[in-house]
């Protein structure tokens, strides 16, 4: 029984991290950008958030129906600013670009947080738990789960089903056949962009609800959202959702055989995934009808 409460809490931990993959498997999946800055705006807008928390009292609800548009905002503005002045068939400069901006925010978020870790209350939920059988579930993480789920449908959706989805993976496949069209590529970035940003607001009230969070602490966030996008395959956002999944098991189940193991464990079964299977978990989206 002891495995299982393991794998149900990997699952749970994978539903925290998908808040973030799926946003890069949006950027780096589909549309090719390296976003080196992708767990920096995490913590940041986290960071905000306990802010926004301390100074008014505001709940971790309304302080995500304030982060949401906040995040879509700094996304459409940084992707304007930035990535669409520097990308192309290359993606060295995107990387370079955003990895300068990493390096920006994480001494901007020093200089104002200072490397102290903080947090953002969640009331009672963040300590509720309903019984499964002989098995506790956390409330707060079983909903961070369920977002999670719900984001990735509606993501996947929007790609598949939406002329913005099929704007975007045009311009994804050949950027100059796509502006030739008629598409407006710069404008299908920057709006791509902001949604991925704006997930990425959710994804810090749940982070700082369910765990502490620090300036720090962005390049983690970046590597499980890389992992998840690589090993769940290439412009598929289930794909991501399914590769954190296995992270997230694989940590929880590593730190179960002892402490220090969880996160080497779940380095280490990515690199499994992608020697068996470099194609990744999932089918891309990019091309598809």
């Given at each position: 029984m002891n495995w299982v409460d393991a794998f149900i809490q990997g699952l749970l931990l994978g539903g925290l991290y998908a808040q973030y993959a799926i946003g890069m498997a949006l950027m780096f999946g589909v549309m090719r950008i390296v976003n080196i800055a992708h767990g920096d705006l995490v913590i940041l807008l986290g960071l905000i958030g306990i802010a926004i928390a301390a100074l008014t009292g505001a709940g971790s609800g309304l302080v995500a129906l304030?982060?949401?548009?906040?995040?879509?905002?700094?996304?459409?503005?940084?992707?304007?600013?930035?990535?669409?002045?520097?990308?192309?068939?290359?993606?060295?400069?995107?990387?370079?670009?955003?990895?300068?901006?990493?390096?920006?925010?994480?001494?901007?978020?020093?200089?104002?947080?200072?490397?102290?870790?903080?947090?953002?209350?969640?009331?009672?939920?963040?300590?509720?738990?309903?019984?499964?059988?002989?098995?506790?579930?956390?409330?707060?993480?079983?909903?961070?789960?369920?977002?999670?789920?719900?984001?990735?449908?509606?993501?996947?959706?929007?790609?598949?089903?939406?002329?913005?989805?099929?704007?975007?993976?045009?311009?994804?496949?050949?950027?100059?056949?796509?502006?030739?069209?008629?598409?407006?590529?710069?404008?299908?970035?920057?709006?791509?962009t902001a949604i991925a940003v704006a997930i990425l607001g959710l994804a810090a009230v749940f982070q700082a609800a369910r765990t502490s969070i620090a300036p720090a602490d962005g390049g983690s966030q970046l590597l499980f959202a890389f992992e998840a996008v690589i090993s769940g395959g290439m412009g598929s956002i289930w794909g991501a959702f399914f590769g954190v999944m296995v992270l997230g098991v694989a940590q929880v189940v590593g730190s179960r055989l002892d402490p220090g193991w969880g996160i080497l464990l779940g380095h280490v079964v990515f690199l499994v995934v992608l020697a068996m299977r470099p194609q990744g978990l999932g089918v891309s989206v990019r091309g598809a009808a």
């Open positions: 304030l982060l949401v548009p906040l995040g879509a905002v700094i996304g459409w503005l940084l992707q304007r600013g930035i990535p669409n002045r520097v990308v192309g068939a290359d993606p060295l400069p995107s990387l370079i670009a955003t990895f300068g901006l990493s390096i920006a925010l994480q001494n901007l978020m020093l200089q104002i947080w200072s490397a102290d870790p903080r947090s953002m209350s969640a009331a009672s939920i963040g300590t509720m738990s309903v019984p499964v059988g002989p098995i506790y579930v956390g409330v707060l993480p079983a909903i961070i789960f369920v977002s999670a789920i719900i984001l990735t449908a509606g993501l996947h959706g929007l790609l598949r089903h939406s002329s913005f989805g099929r704007a975007l993976r045009a311009t994804a496949a050949d950027r100059e056949a796509a502006a030739l069209s008629g598409v407006d590529t710069k404008g299908a970035y920057a709006l791509a």
